[in-house]
């Protein structure tokens, strides 16, 4: 089925630490791909988008992603974890000749001192 | 600030009743989307409509509807509330081909 999986629902890092949030997609072509990050109590911010082009997207906060055709994966990444960086992290997709945007189930990510 | 203007930001209301949330996009963005988030099932894609007219459809119970007007504002129309309608409901506009920015949420409790 087409969908979008993030295969890890909680992550517990140290601040300071690499980060690393996985996103995978199932679909037949390369759909859009976006991470988005929500605090609590908060709405939806936009944090990178792929369209097309360079695979390593930079983002804002000192995120990037890295979109991999083979893996058909666009994960998140952060070489330092900051305290203010806990929060829910929202994979979403525009599928293939689709305008639906949609979203992962969430990965909550917990920052330790 | 996103410029997607959600209103009201929270709402109680008792089962059986008939709700109206308010969505203003960004300024130029023509297309509105709803969602709804709740711990059970995450964040659920309800509809979208572009200048006007739906344009997708997820989700979304027949007790709920949604219009987007010529000032491209949208309201999402919720009736006969249960109590498992109770959740988040976001709005997000995009803009041709863009990314899309999200209200801060309506949060609906029916009790």
């Known amino acids: 089925a087409q969908s979008v999986t993030q295969p890890d629902i909680h992550i517990t890092v140290s601040e300071g630490a690499s980060l690393e949030l996985r996103c995978n997609y199932s679909?037949?072509?390369?759909?859009?791909l976006f991470w988005y990050v929500q605090s609590p109590g908060q709405g939806l911010q936009l944090l990178l988008k792929y369209f097309s082009g360079d695979t390593l997207v930079q983002g804002i906060k000192g995120f990037e992603a890295e979109f991999k055709r083979s893996q058909s994966s666009f994960n998140l990444r952060k070489p330092s974890v900051h305290w203010s960086d806990a929060a829910e992290y929202f994979c979403?997709?525009?599928?293939?000749?689709?305008?639906?945007?949609?979203f992962g189930t969430g990965t909550r990510l917990q920052v330790f001192p | 600030d996103s410029g997607v203007t959600q209103t009201p930001k929270h709402l109680i209301t008792a089962t059986g009743q008939r709700v109206t949330l308010r969505c203003s996009p960004r300024?130029?963005?023509?297309?509105v989307y709803w969602y709804q988030q709740s711990l059970d099932q995450g964040l659920q894609f309800l509809i979208q409509y572009y200048n006007g007219e739906e344009r997708a459809k997820g989700n979304i119970l027949e007790r709920f509807s949604a219009q987007q007007f010529p000032d491209l504002h949208s309201e999402l129309n919720l009736s006969s509330l249960e109590l498992g309608d109770s959740a988040l409901y976001f709005c997000a506009s995009q803009s041709t081909g863009g990314s899309a920015f999200f209200g801060q949420g309506t949060r609906l409790t029916v009790v």
């Open positions: 300024s130029g963005d023509l297309s």
């Open positions: 679909y037949g072509a390369t759909p859009y």
């Open positions: 979403a997709v525009v599928p293939p000749q689709t305008d639906k945007l949609i």
